[in-house]
């Protein structure tokens, strides 16, 4: 059996399963975008890390080094937003081949610099090496949430509001584009120098009303399906509703595409997915758009049952799911 | 210019340059085993990250995944040991190429609890993904050490005893056989499955007559060197002194080599070496064989001036130094 025949998402349940163990009281391990650690009586301490691949993650010759330093920082980030939290130190790992130039590790190194400048974060140590399949990049991230801040994936409750803090779909207009040579334009910006909602996330932390949430790493789509496992209930999305940005609608009508549908599947997108009590989301919108001059996007409802439903007029619309999975043959 | 003509101490020493900001008050960021970052009044955090890169850490056909499970780990322990610290929790990311075996998985996991078990750390998070270019493992590791505890490289101080808590050279021994198709023997297992001196660690950190410590990662030749330079002294190696195992004396008679030249160069040994205060060296080293069964190797003292000398009957002697290099053509 090949590890592609088992999949990232069972791989690792195998692993959580095996490693329980040594975790100390109060500890919340693997399966949410950080561990939760407490911290004295009032932190918790948040950890996350998360690799990019050379080849998987990314192609070296359509990626600028300042953007590929830029991106791994703000993926970490976003995991310690997507919790409630503030990212404060980063690790950094980086394998790369002898005879990578000394100019591209600079950039790529100024790139990293930026955004921890941008998110507040200091870079504490790390491990340099060389590597003989090309270059491997992890980062480690340390954060902290007041520990009545916090927020888990599973916290979604039936009746919530399903929001999202961004338009969907720019990062997978802007990977296509990146793909046949094109490095300008708001797309590829958002595909390869995402921003972590570090700022949003904090102050949704800091909410009562918000209840589950998580970062949309791997498309709309899949996320949501694992915050409804993760919290026990289903969701029906209106699929009008889904927000997009009028340079996805151009660049979809241009290529073809079914705009709504290929929003959802769209990976690396890194807005915020969350839940909020439906008594209480009016209010919450009104005060998030005053704060970061946009809407908080509310596009379904937290429903009994299991599983994700995408609605149009009244009528289910199959998603033909193309997200990205590690593991997939 | 190639990274392979800067070398690893300056790459690293430029990003330290470059990174220094959002450190936060007390925090000792890069150049040591482990990042230190206050915990309350009496604790100090201790951070580390450690990569194995197939075909420049590992040869997959040449090690047992237990084996590199349980070494991915322990490589990492050994740096919270070295700063006097005790492990508490890790992250672990791993890419992988879609074809590989899930018993391979398996087996590198058992490994993985093996190690945890052991020293006592849990697995908090981690990050697995696919790879175009072999297996990619690494490991942070977040420790704890109380204020009064921590031991750092640049502490060495003039006159102190310089020792070592274990022989030296099994490690390169054991990876020639290795290399040459054998896999069983102490030598082997000394470099595929290393201990870290996690007890011995964290005792020695209670000890105010330790001084300056590391682990020896790189060799006792290179390790010394860098705490030297971190200290501002000199030292000097009584190169008869260097503890050595029978099973490496033999496999040194057998393929002719310098015994204690070799043993000096041999890395990944993850021994630790400190320095002691001259006066309370020998109720140190007492009580150390007690609680250890084995004894505290003393091995050298801390001098004046800069650099590392090995002295054999009064006569410095040189050093072919082979130690591995990252980045080095």
Same mark, same amino acid.
């Given at each position: 059996v090949k590890i592609s025949q088992i999949g990232e998402d069972k791989l690792i349940q195998g692993v959580k399963e095996k490693m329980n =163990?040594?975790? /100390? &009281?109060g500890v919340v391990g693997i399966g949410d975008d950080c561990a939760v650690v407490p911290l004295g009586e009032n932190k918790l301490m948040l950890f996350s890390t998360d690799s990019l691949v050379e /080849?998987? #993650? =990314?192609i070296k010759e359509k990626i600028s080094p300042r953007d590929l330093g830029y991106k791994a920082v703000m993926v970490n980030v976003s995991d310690v937003a997507a919790m409630g939290g503030r990212g404060r130190y980063a690790l950094m790992s980086i394998a790369m081949p002898k005879g990578t130039d000394a100019s591209w590790f600079s950039e790529y190194m100024n790139g990293v610099k930026e955004a921890c400048e941008e998110v507040g974060v200091g870079l504490i140590g790390g491990d340099t090496t060389s590597s003989k399949g090309g270059i491997f990049i992890n980062f480690s991230i340390v954060g902290e949430v007041l520990r009545g801040n916090v927020k888990y994936r599973k916290d979604a409750r039936e009746g919530d509001v399903i929001c999202v803090t961004d338009t969907l779909g720019d990062s997978l207009a802007g990977y296509e584009m990146m793909m046949s040579g094109k490095n300008k334009g708001s797309l590829v910006e958002k595909h390869c120098c995402p921003k972590a909602r570090f700022r949003e996330g904090e102050w949704l932390g800091g #909410? +009562? +009303?918000?209840r589950g949430m998580m970062d949309i790493s791997d498309g709309l789509f899949q996320d949501l399906g694992r915050m409804m496992k993760a919290s026990g209930y289903g969701a029906e999305v209106d699929i009008d509703k889904i927000p997009v940005s009028r340079e996805f609608i151009e660049f979809a009508r241009e290529h073809d595409w079914p705009v709504k549908e290929r929003a959802v599947i769209s /990976? &690396? &997108?890194y807005g915020l997915l969350l839940t909020v009590n439906s008594v209480e989301y009016q209010s919450l919108s009104d005060e998030f758009e005053k704060i970061f001059s946009r809407p908080l996007y509310a596009i379904g409802i937290v429903k009994g049952g299991r599983g994700v439903r995408f609605i149009k007029n009244g009528k289910v619309v199959e998603i033909e799911f193309e997200g990205y999975l590690h593991f997939k043959d």
């Amino acid at each position: 059996v090949k590890i592609s025949q088992i999949g990232e998402d069972k791989l690792i349940q195998g692993v959580k399963e095996k490693m329980n =163990f040594n975790l /100390g &009281e109060g500890v919340v391990g693997i399966g949410d975008d950080c561990a939760v650690v407490p911290l004295g009586e009032n932190k918790l301490m948040l950890f996350s890390t998360d690799s990019l691949v050379e /080849g998987c #993650h =990314f192609i070296k010759e359509k990626i600028s080094p300042r953007d590929l330093g830029y991106k791994a920082v703000m993926v970490n980030v976003s995991d310690v937003a997507a919790m409630g939290g503030r990212g404060r130190y980063a690790l950094m790992s980086i394998a790369m081949p002898k005879g990578t130039d000394a100019s591209w590790f600079s950039e790529y190194m100024n790139g990293v610099k930026e955004a921890c400048e941008e998110v507040g974060v200091g870079l504490i140590g790390g491990d340099t090496t060389s590597s003989k399949g090309g270059i491997f990049i992890n980062f480690s991230i340390v954060g902290e949430v007041l520990r009545g801040n916090v927020k888990y994936r599973k916290d979604a409750r039936e009746g919530d509001v399903i929001c999202v803090t961004d338009t969907l779909g720019d990062s997978l207009a802007g990977y296509e584009m990146m793909m046949s040579g094109k490095n300008k334009g708001s797309l590829v910006e958002k595909h390869c120098c995402p921003k972590a909602r570090f700022r949003e996330g904090e102050w949704l932390g800091g #909410h +009562s +009303s918000v209840r589950g949430m998580m970062d949309i790493s791997d498309g709309l789509f899949q996320d949501l399906g694992r915050m409804m496992k993760a919290s026990g209930y289903g969701a029906e999305v209106d699929i009008d509703k889904i927000p997009v940005s009028r340079e996805f609608i151009e660049f979809a009508r241009e290529h073809d595409w079914p705009v709504k549908e290929r929003a959802v599947i769209s /990976g &690396e &997108e890194y807005g915020l997915l969350l839940t909020v009590n439906s008594v209480e989301y009016q209010s919450l919108s009104d005060e998030f758009e005053k704060i970061f001059s946009r809407p908080l996007y509310a596009i379904g409802i937290v429903k009994g049952g299991r599983g994700v439903r995408f609605i149009k007029n009244g009528k289910v619309v199959e998603i033909e799911f193309e997200g990205y999975l590690h593991f997939k043959d």
